[in-house]
């Protein structure tokens, strides 16, 4: 019988560790995603709006998804959203 209420005990911990890290992990991941998408659109702002990357006819806007799309499919629609994020960000400071 006490074999029995240690393995409850002891399941009930392990699960609640479990818990724990997979929480942490998701913390720490949607943490380096939020650093890296604030840099990224850093950047991206950096080159098109104040380095004019984007003054001629094929413009950065176009070429940076192009050059990224194999490796990133979605690299248009994220350019604009960590671009919006960074300018939120900058203007909140």
Not at 8 to 28: D, M, N, P
Not at 38 to 44: C, R, T
Not at 55 to 63: G, I, L, N, Q, R
């Amino acid at each position: 019988m006490a074999i029995t209420r240690l393995y409850k005990k002891w399941l009930g911990a392990l699960k609640e560790q479990i818990q724990r890290s997979r929480l942490q992990s998701s913390v720490t991941v949607n943490t380096n995603m939020l650093l890296h998408n604030w840099f990224l659109g850093k950047q991206i702002v950096q080159k098109s709006d104040v380095e004019g990357w984007g003054a001629t006819e094929y413009t950065f806007s176009k070429a940076l998804p192009a050059k990224l799309k194999n490796k990133l499919p979605t690299a248009a629609q994220l350019q604009y959203e960590v671009k919006v994020f960074y300018k939120k960000l900058k203007t909140a400071k």
